[in-house]
Nanobody
Framework: QVQLVESGGGLVQPGGSLRLSCVAS????????MGWYRQSPGKQRDLVAR???????NYADSVKGRFTISRDNAKNTVYLQMNSLKPEDTAVYYC????????????WGQGTQVTVSS
């Protein structure tokens, strides 16, 4: 019922910046939280940042002060501004949407590759 499409990934040098975007479409029957997760080879998918319908944000300790999550409800879009990128940030980044007050894992996008290398 919900489709998510990420964009904005690519290759960037350490210290550089990227802005990821995720547009959602489909059936929205309640307020929702959107977030970004990342996964590198051989590792689990971990939370990077999330934002609720009310604008509350949460960040992984490893990205606090460097990444900023935001949303544009009129465009059904969530963004992740990534600054001061490090090689350790290299991963596939996935967008997630979960309706607030419901059970389940939510919906996932296809992922976008971010590579930080000199």
């Amino acid at each position: 019922q919900v489709q998510l499409v990420e964009s904005g990934g690519g290759l960037v040098q350490p210290g550089g910046s990227l802005r990821l975007s995720c547009v959602a479409s489909g059936s929205f029957f309640s307020s929702y939280t959107m977030g970004w997760y990342r996964q590198s080879p051989g590792k689990q998918r971990d939370l990077v940042a999330r934002i609720t319908s009310g604008g509350r944000t949460n960040y992984a300790d490893s990205v606090k002060g460097r990444f900023t999550i935001s949303r544009d409800n009129a465009k059904n879009t969530v963004y992740l501004q990534m600054n001061s990128l490090k090689p350790e940030d290299t991963a596939v980044y996935y967008c997630n949407l979960r309706f607030e007050g419901t059970l389940g894992h939510g919906y996932w996008g296809q992922g976008t590759q971010v590579t930080v290398s000199s």
